[in-house]
């Protein structure tokens, strides 16, 4: 049976849902958010490079995320402990959806996915100095046809605005998916049973080299 460390870690991580996953979890953590405003923390570009395979470029800024909080904690000069972080996206024939940028941006992404079999690619990256280790995570999600009132009504809702893909399959969503293989916490943002295993690996690592 897993055993949920119980050493707290940081979540570098603006999503409420994966402050949920976690939390339901049983996963002690503290919020490592980003400062806005004159003394705003530089963010990692989430712009794909040309070419790039999905899955290397959800690992990539996954990592990113990952280097970029251990920064931020150093900065800050806080108590020193793993910093968590994840990117998600959504994929289709080998094209990366991320976060549209405006909703008619939404609905051409969610007119590309009605009907078809898209995937939702999640890296977790967790960094303590030097040590950075990822998991992955890959789903299939089936969509059935949507109509343009479909699209329309599911953007006036809003979730569409922040969602990889323009969507959030624990919303209103969920009434476009015929079918899910793979993680359904992968879907909504942060794996559980990958991340789990990865911060219980990243632990013992660091019991071993620093016992109590």
């Known amino acids: 049976?897993?055993?949920?460390?119980?050493?707290?870690?940081?979540?570098?991580?603006?999503?409420?849902r994966r402050r949920e996953l976690l939390t339901h979890a049983g996963v002690r953590f503290y919020l490592l958010p980003l400062r806005s405003?004159?003394?705003?923390?530089?963010?990692?570009?989430?712009?794909?490079?040309?070419?790039?395979?999905?899955?290397?470029?959800?690992?990539?800024?996954?990592?990113?995320?990952?280097?970029?909080?251990?920064t931020r904690l150093l900065q800050r000069n806080l108590p020193r402990a793993p910093v968590l972080a994840a990117d998600t996206t959504v994929a289709l024939d080998g094209r990366v959806y991320g976060k549209p940028v405006s909703r008619e941006e939404a609905a051409n992404i969610l007119a590309a996915l009605s009907g078809h079999r898209h995937e939702v690619l999640t890296s977790v990256a967790?960094?303590?100095d030097e040590r950075?280790?990822?998991?992955?995570?890959?789903t299939e999600v089936q969509f059935a046809e949507l109509s343009e009132q479909d699209i329309r009504a599911?953007?006036?809702s809003g979730e569409?605005?922040?969602?990889?893909?323009?969507?959030?399959?624990?919303?209103?969503?969920?009434?476009?998916?015929?079918?899910?293989?793979g993680s359904y916490t992968g879907v909504v943002g942060l794996p559980l049973y990958e991340t789990l295993r990865l911060i219980e690996k990243f632990n013992a690592f660091r019991e071993r080299r620093n016992p109590r």
């Open 160 to 181: 569409a605005d922040d969602k990889a893909g323009a969507y959030g399959v624990q919303g209103r969503a969920a009434q476009f998916v015929i079918e899910i293989r």
């Open 126 to 128: 967790l960094k303590f």
């Open 154 to 156: 599911y953007l006036a």
């Open 37 to 70: 405003g004159p003394r705003a923390d530089a963010e990692p570009s989430e712009e794909a490079l040309p070419g790039e395979a999905p899955r290397d470029y959800v690992e990539r800024i996954a990592r990113a995320k990952a280097d970029a909080g251990w």
């Open 1 to 16: 049976m897993l055993r949920i460390p119980d050493r707290p870690l940081y979540l570098a991580s603006r999503s409420p």
């Open 132 to 138: 950075l280790e990822t998991a992955f995570s890959l």
